[in-house]
Nanobody
């Protein structure tokens, strides 16, 4: 079972930046064959997709974070990053990373989440 551990959350002022990390362990295949995604869930709302990076490095972002967030990966460290800039109070949420094999449609592996709070 792939284990994912997020870190980097915390309290940040609006307009500030934060970098989240997601470290994978117990990968049953080469980490580079996994697609990794970031999702978030705000209080009282459903979990939503934020960004993803494919095994080949293709990135996808939800419209609300385009131009502000950047997802990247370091396969040598089994780590994916989410660099968040120009943060807004509406970015406040628990951020989760997820992993799936490149050929899968669903995201079976999830981390425990890290809280990001943006103050106005």
């Amino acid at each position: 079972q792939v284990q994912l551990v997020e870190s980097g959350g915390g309290l940040v002022q609006a307009g500030g930046s934060r970098r989240l990390s997601c470290v994978a362990s117990r990968v049953t295949a080469t980490f580079s064959t996994y697609d990794i995604g970031w999702f978030r869930q705000a209080p009282g709302k459903d979990r939503e997709f934020v960004a993803s990076i494919s095994y080949g490095g293709i990135t996808v972002y939800t419209d609300s974070v385009k131009g502000r967030f950047t997802i990247s990966r370091d396969n040598a460290k089994n780590t994916v990053y989410l660099q968040m800039s120009s943060l807004k109070p509406e970015d406040t949420a628990v951020y989760y990373c997820a992993a799936k094999n490149f050929f899968a449609r669903e995201w079976p592996h999830w981390g425990q989440g890290t809280q990001v709070t943006v103050s106005s």
